[in-house]
Nanobody, 125 residues
Framework: VQLVESGGGLVQAGGSLRLSCATSGFRFGAFAIGWFRQIPGKEREGVSCISPSGGYTVYADSVKGRFTISRDNSKKSVLLQMDNLKPDDTAVYYC???????????????????WGQGTQVTVSS
């Protein structure tokens, strides 16, 4: 199982970034995918998660209306479009996967076992 994040970088407040998670080694269409973020000294926080079919999504309150998660099962990839970025969005962003449910999605780090290496997002004020 492999998850590789890309698309992080430095952006000014109000700007946009699009993170991508490329996957391999598992039956992608059966797995929920999540984006989490972490800053040093704090617990990993769920940003957004998507069900295997893409029909169910969950967003943290802090990103609702600004971030959009989507998946392309034919390409085995997940995108996180991040708009109107704020300095508080600065963190390392991780992609994660776990066998999912057909009718809902859980966005807790304790639900997921396999993680990517992370990509740094820095938002300057």
């Amino acid at each position: 199982v492999q998850l590789v994040e890309s698309g992080g970088g430095l952006v000014q407040a109000g700007g946009s970034l699009r993170l991508s998670c490329a996957t391999s080694g598992f039956r992608f269409g059966a797995f929920a995918i999540g984006w989490f973020r972490q800053i040093p000294g704090k617990e990993r926080e769920g940003v957004s998660c998507i069900s295997p079919s893409g029909g169910y999504t969950v967003y943290a309150d802090s990103v609702k209306g600004r971030f959009t998660i989507s998946r392309d099962n034919s390409k085995k990839s997940v995108l996180l479009q991040m708009d109107n970025l704020k300095p508080d969005d600065t963190a390392v962003y991780y992609c994660t996967a776990n066998l999912g449910y057909p009718d809902h999605v859980i966005c807790s780090q304790y639900e997921y076992e396999t993680w990517g290496q992370g990509t740094q997002v820095t938002v300057s004020s």
